[in-house]
């Protein structure tokens, strides 16, 4: 490394390390894993940390997530065990079951959030154990552009936080240029992700279309200005975000049961003070990974003005949100054991542990069978309503479409290789105690279209979307 390479590596250096105190994302005697793809973000960071931990004094380990859907897994895992042997660094290497080719980009997201989250719950109440992850302000600028699109809300577009609980970014204000020049003149070798070509995923099509043509008119001054504009929005979004935290402290109650939300103060907010409002209570219980959306903050307002009392609103498996009488409680459910319920009716759509379900009467003619596991298509002549969507519960059974024989959903769960944690994330929706769908998995058998129905129900789940 020549000398002119080492004060483009230095300087980098010292650029992440005045991030991590300006922002206070490392302590002295911190544990830091950070999340290890093989990738170049990743392996930079990883390398950077590793320069800097003896300046700050932090312990630094690394996680891997093996997803087992891409050709190149196996040689990924075998990659960041080698560097992480090369450099002593200790390394917890974790696979996922239940993800396949066809599985998108959230999928995968969401079940490797799952394992940093089970990482960060074990963790010893001792040690102040974080997660660091690779993501850089190319990723925050993508993020900012699709959210832009999508008419996010003022806070939705700050994107990626450089911090949320024990998440940490400290590479969110270096761009991937730079990150790249530091790779090279370090001699670091890192894995490739060919999909990242792939032009059909939105956020390459916003990659290497949108952002290189802003790059090619502004050059360098992009980042420089994009990273200046985005911590003025990061700052006044924390300021309003103070006022409203005030004002929630004053007007919430906590008690040992958990959150008591006063209906008479929740009806005197406008919309935005809700969405703030509804993300306090739930962050008070779960700090790791999870927003309300706009559709989810909607429903949870409809839940507040109209549900019954006893009534429960799904948002995770974390949380219980209970209607009492003149207020809504908020509560700590143990980590997906807990039992969630709610009801659908048709023509209706409800938001069930953060994913929509739709049921609606359809003519003969509008059945339009695919492999779209999302959708399915049912006989309603002896459906009773509203069905019930709830969680997996031990014992359950049903009957398999295409087959005249019970089998238990827990043995379906183990052929389909779902994990524990997702299991208990699997809508179930039944008709009178009668399993109608594993939703996305299964059809019973009993609730098949036939040439005989008269009546034709669809039942759809997806992702809400919203910011």
Not at 71 to 83: G, I, P, Q, T, Y
Not at 113 to 127: A, C
Not at 139 to 166: C, F, N, V
Not at 427 to 446: F, K, T
Request: aromatic share 10%; charged share 25%.
């Amino acid at each position: 490394m020549n000398d002119q390479t080492k004060a483009t590596s230095s300087s980098l250096l010292q650029q992440v390390y005045e991030i991590i105190k300006q922002y206070q994302l490392i302590y002295t005697n911190d544990v830091i894993y950070v999340g290890f793809s093989g990738g170049g973000d990743s392996t930079a960071l990883v390398h950077i940390l590793l320069n800097l931990k003896n300046k700050i004094q932090f312990t630094l380990k690394a996680i891997h997530v093996n997803h087992g859907v891409r050709d190149s897994a196996n040689l990924d895992e075998e990659f960041v065990k080698k560097f992480c042997a090369q450099y002593s660094i200790p390394l917890e290497v974790t696979r996922i079951s239940g993800l396949n080719k066809e599985s998108t980009e959230d999928d995968m997201r969401q079940a490797r959030y799952e394992k940093f989250d089970t990482l960060l719950l074990n963790k010893d109440p001792k040690k102040n154990i974080k997660v660091a992850l690779g993501h850089q302000l190319n990723d925050q600028i993508e993020t900012y552009l699709m959210r832009l699109a999508h008419g996010a809300t003022l806070r939705g577009l700050k994107s990626i936080p450089i911090q949320r609980g024990p998440y940490i970014r400290p590479l969110l204000y270096t761009s991937r240029n730079v990150l790249q020049q530091y790779l090279e003149d370090n001699h670091l070798s890192y894995c490739n992700d060919l999909s990242n070509q792939d032009m059909n995923k939105l956020r390459n099509s916003i990659r290497h279309q949108v952002v290189k043509s802003l790059e090619n008119l502004y050059g360098e001054r992009l980042y420089r200005g994009f990273a200046k504009s985005y911590r003025e929005l990061d700052e006044s979004v924390a300021l309003l975000e103070s006022f409203e935290t005030i004002k929630a402290e004053q007007n919430i109650q906590k008690k040992e049961d958990g959150l008591h939300l006063p209906l008479t103060f929740w009806n005197s907010l406008v919309f935005t003070e809700k969405r703030f409002l509804v993300d306090y209570c739930v962050y008070s219980y779960y700090q790791l990974n999870y927003k309300f959306t706009e559709k989810q903050a909607k429903a949870f307002d409809h839940f507040c003005q109209f549900a019954e009392i006893g009534t429960n609103f799904t948002a995770d498996s974390f949380i219980r949100i209970l209607k009492n009488r003149n207020e809504v409680i908020f509560t700590k459910s143990e980590a997906g054991e807990r039992e969630q319920k709610s009801v659908l009716y048709p023509g209706q759509t409800i938001i069930f542990l953060g994913k929509t379900i739709t049921a609606e009467y359809i003519e003969k003619n509008e059945i339009k069978l695919s492999a779209d596991v999302r959708v399915e298509y049912i006989c309603a002549d002896h459906l009773k309503w509203p069905l019930q969507v709830r969680t997996w519960r031990e014992g359950d059974i049903f009957y398999p479409l295409g087959t005249e024989h019970r089998q238990k959903v827990s043995d379906l769960f183990i052929n389909a290789k779902v994990s524990k944690a997702l299991k208990h994330k699997i809508p179930i929706i039944c008709s009178n105690q009668q399993i109608v769908w594993i939703a996305g998995y299964r059809l019973d058998e009993r609730f098949k279209v036939t040439d005989n129905c008269i009546h034709h129900v669809r039942l759809k789940i997806d992702k809400p979307k919203g910011n």
